[in-house]
Each structure stands twice: as C-alpha cells, then as structure tokens.
C-alpha cells in the first residue's frame, strides 16, 4: 500500500536527485575460484542503491576490474597493502570494492572517511566473495555484508559501539546495545536505556534477511561524513 502511494506521488513531482554519488569500482580477485560473474556485481550493486535509498546516497557503476592473483585471493588481509595500491584509482567518492576468500571467520572490513587524507591508497572495502547475492554463506548471501562494509565506509560505526555506556555510535537515534546481535532475536534488549536492541539496522550483526534499515541519524551522520571527508 505504502510503496503503490509512493509510486502515484512519484508521478506527480520529480523526485529530488540524489545528495551523494558513489562511483563504484568492482575489484574481483580470484585464484582457482572467486571470479564472480558480471550479474552477481549488478545485483550486489542493485541491493546497495535499495538499502540507500532513504539516504540520498546513489551508487554508480564505474568498472569492473578483474584480477588473476592466487596469494591475494586467498589472503586478502595479508597482501592488502600490495593489493590496494596495485589496483585502486579515483579519489575520495571512488568506492572500491574487492572480493576476495576471507576464509571462515571473517565476513569483511572497511576503512573509514576519516583515513582517506593519510592513507588514500587502502581507502575501500574488502567483503568475502561469498557474502555477494547468492553465494555460499548461509544467512549472510545476500549482498548485506556489502552494505555493512560500505555503510563503514560513509562514517558509521556498529551500533553496538561502546556497548550501554559513553556516546556508542555517535547516532542518537539508535538505541545502546551491549553486544552484537546474532541470527534474528526476537525483543532483545541489552540496555537499560530506552529502546529495544536495533537488530534490524544495517550496521548490527544480525542475518541479512533481518537487517532492513538505516535510521534519521545515520543518514545524517552519513551526510556529513561525506561532507567533511569526501566531497
């Protein structure tokens, strides 16, 4: 019902254009495996411009860039120096994004905008090329590790930052949590303070099929990340 008024409105008014463009640069590194194909990049794209819409934030494809490289596919973390400053190009709103085997603990990791001035060559996100929509890991295959990662990337911290004391995430509209949410837990409150655990935000550890949701506070603070560090 919401989405078919939505749509009648958007016939009737031009839809503002989006605050923030993101250039995306696909880095796919692969060994025996990890070559991921063309329409699994476009879905993953396409789940990221959904997850952000509320956001003004509207991800562009730039290219997609494929490497042949068995020892940085296999360890990412231990060849992401060599690997990041072989590969990356653009600047501050060039997101590149590198699939790569993360192994069996590991689901990604970002740099924040913060870090672009000093270190503008590991700026990025790394996600586990199974994480990407359709792939191999159970409950986190369907591209949210991409959105977490990036979400990183745009200014946000966990929301369980700081567990129920201090300033948390820095956002004052996601209620404290005191640990990580895991699977989808029905009414899960870890904090005293107001407000259950906010289990379906992006930015928790929750199954991707629960994450749903950035709030007003993130977008804000997304907004003026983007600002200070990448504008």
Aim: hydrophobic fraction near 30%; proline fraction near 4%.
């Amino acid at each position: 019902m919401e989405k078919d008024f939505h749509d009648r409105l958007g016939k009737l008014r031009k839809k503002p254009k989006a605050a923030v463009t993101v250039r995306v640069h696909f880095q796919v590194v692969y060994g025996s495996a990890g070559n991921i194909p063309d329409a699994t990049l476009k879905k993953q794209l396409d789940i990221l411009n959904d997850a952000y819409k509320a956001s003004d934030v509207t991800f562009t494809l730039a290219e997609i860039k494929r490497t042949q490289n068995a020892a940085w596919f296999s360890d990412p973390e231990g060849n992401e120096r060599q690997m990041k400053s072989a590969l990356r190009t653009g600047n501050a709103q060039d997101l590149h994004f590198y699939t790569a085997d993360l192994g069996n603990s590991l689901l990604g990791w970002a740099t924040f905008p913060s870090s672009y001035r000093s270190q503008p060559a590991m700026d990025g996100v790394v996600v586990h090329y199974q994480s990407l929509p359709g792939g191999a890991l159970g409950n986190y295959n369907e591209g949210d590790t991409g959105t977490h990662e990036v979400g990183h990337w745009m200014g946000l911290y966990h929301t369980f930052q700081g567990g129920c004391s201090g300033q948390g995430d820095e956002v004052a509209d996601t209620p404290a949590e005191q640990s990580p949410a895991s699977g989808c837990p029905t009414g899960r409150d870890t904090c005293s303070s107001a407000g259950a655990d906010p289990i379906h935000n992006f930015m928790d550890y929750s199954y991707d099929a629960c994450m749903t949701e950035f709030t007003s506070g993130q977008n804000q603070r997304m907004q003026a990340q983007w600002a200070a560090y990448r504008a």
